[in-house]
């Protein structure tokens, strides 16, 4: 690893000197961040390999920088985020973009290191972070003339990828490898077709790949509004190989029955702003396709979920006050037993350093520091995935999937330095007709409320101090899915310094 690094770190200082050596062209700009955050938790006991979360009786895993054994009811801890950036337009039609980010060990899902922490008991003492720098980004881009004469081009190498408005595909964390090309016939049209690799699993051995191909267009209806569509499909020749290598065994593993995948979303979305005071966004998924059981094993598994999302906001004409409103509703699996997965597949990437990795995408705790509704995922999110069927649980950082929300929220610009947010939460599971085969009893679709508050403060050019907080108070649905012991609520503090160059 630290030949890489040191290649890695080698080629940033070449390219700074490259700056140096040409004035104008080509054109180098070094960047970074450095994010220091304090974190706090009660009641959110929550572990890497099974989510079981709300409270601390039912956890057997420690959480990052507890004792472990001793019950996580109130967890206290410091992270640091560390990145730096290259981005060389070495011509006007041609970019180059390198980012590393630190990562906790060897986690290539981590983001960050935590303070103190090493490979092993009282390894922090007078020592260097238990860190790793790793490629969050590294792409080329190139744009010409095209064929017919219009602006076309290709993006290849590992990059960010999102669809929509991000309640489907959000792989904005830690990106993929991907080739994308495009095409803009007219100045309002883009095109683009792409290829992202997934999962390669052992390079050597052929069925363990996870493709996607993407189509997707948009459209500026004028500067202030687009519309757009995209067409998904993530292609596998044996689950059992691709999955259970690393969620299970790949002998007797819940993939073993599937030859391969075959899962496709359609999707539809829309944003801007009306008259200059009203903001919308809105997305629509429907998904088909299936997993291909073994001849005479199993059935095939299809695929019928769908998603909606709806938000639109409000800014009070002379005053510093935005009004925020949201919905989102992902399909739930009412039957086990029958041959349709009906829940909502969010493909948001797995999740292997619980809730101190991943960004707020809706919420700050439910969706990323607790076990969500989730019962069966196959593209994405923690715990255990598809189990034959039967459902895998618990999940976590599973987007909107077998949950509904209603949502209020408030923006306020203070003062030019100063900015605050508050948003309320209600939140159901969409169906529980799954979970109540499951568990054998009545399940409440009422998964709780949440209510979250975000303020910024600029102390000086590219430095700001934050604050993040949220309250989640569960419903029945926990104590009915045998989740929880006990409904303790959930309290989540972060705060800390951004600063960027």
């Known amino acids: 690893m630290r030949k890489y690094v040191f290649i890695a770190l080698s080629l940033l200082l070449l390219l700074s000197f490259t700056a140096l050596t040409y004035a104008e062209e080509p054109q180098i700009k070094l960047g970074g961040r450095i994010m220091v955050r304090g974190w706090y938790f009660s009641n959110a006991a929550f572990s890497t390999q099974s989510p079981n979360i709300l409270s601390p009786s039912t956890n057997t895993n420690a959480v990052p920088g507890e004792i472990s054994g001793r019950d996580p009811e109130d967890v206290a801890l410091w992270t640091s985020n560390i990145s730096l950036t290259v981005d ?3 011509a006007d039609n041609v970019q180059g973009f390198i980012e590393l ?12 290191y935590i303070w103190g922490g090493g490979p ?15 490629l969050r980004q590294a792409w080329i881009q190139y744009t010409g003339s095209g064929l017919f004469g ?36 007219t100045k309002e049209l883009s095109l683009a077709a792409a290829t992202a690799k997934l999962n390669e699993g052992l390079y050597t051995m052929p069925g363990d790949d996870i493709d996607a191909y993407v189509l997707m267009g948009t459209y500026n209806v004028n500067k202030d509004n687009t519309i757009g569509l995209y067409y998904f499909y993530a292609d596998n020749d044996d689950l059992g190989i691709a999955f259970d290598l690393t969620a299970g065994d790949p002998i007797t593993g819940p993939y073993t029955n599937f030859n391969g995948l075959s899962f496709q979303d359609l999707g539809g979305h829309a944003n801007g702003m009306l008259a200059g005071i009203l903001s919308y966004a809105l997305e629509v998924d429907v998904q088909f396709g299936k997993a291909q059981a073994q001849p005479g094993v199993a059935d095939d598994l299809k695929y019928s979920g769908y998603g909606v999302y709806l938000k639109g906001g409000f800014k009070i004409p002379d005053t510093p006050l935005n009004l925020r409103a949201s919905f989102a509703y992902g399909s739930g699996d009412n039957n086990l037993d029958d041959t349709e997965i009906d829940e909502f597949q ?7 350093e619980v809730a101190i990795a991943r960004f707020v995408h809706y919420t700050q705790i439910y969706e990323r520091t607790i076990a969500t509704a989730a019962l069966i995922q196959t593209l994405g999110g923690s715990g255990t995935i598809l189990a034959a069927g039967q459902g895998g649980v618990p999940h976590r950082n599973t987007g909107i999937a077998n949950t509904t929300y209603f949502n209020l929220g408030a923006d306020l610009a203070a003062t030019k330095d100063l900015s605050l947010s508050l948003d309320g939460f209600l939140l159901r599971a969409s169906k529980v007709g ?9 399940v409440s679709k009422s998964v709780g409320w949440e209510v979250d508050f975000k303020g910024s403060y600029k102390l000086a050019k590219n430095l700001n101090y934050f604050v993040e907080a949220g309250y989640f108070s569960p419903g029945s649905f926990y104590e009915n899915t045998l989740l929880v012991d006990d409904r303790n609520s959930v309290t989540q503090i972060i705060h800390g310094l951004n600063l960027t160059f």
């Open 88 to 90: 060389a337009k070495v």
């Open 101 to 112: 980010e630190i990562a906790q060990g060897e986690n290539v899902q981590s983001g960050l």
């Open 120 to 134: 092993s008991a009282f390894q922090g003492y007078d020592s260097k972070p238990n860190a790793d720098m790793r």
């Open 150 to 185: 219009v602006p076309a081009g290709l993006k290849v190498g590992h990059q960010l990828i999102t669809l929509g408005e991000k309640q489907f595909l959000n792989h904005e964390r830690f990106g993929d490898d991907a080739l994308i090309v495009f095409v803009n016939p």
């Open 346 to 352: 969010a493909c948001q990437g797995f999740d292997s």
């Open 434 to 442: 799954g979970w109540e085969e499951l568990v054998g009893d009545d």
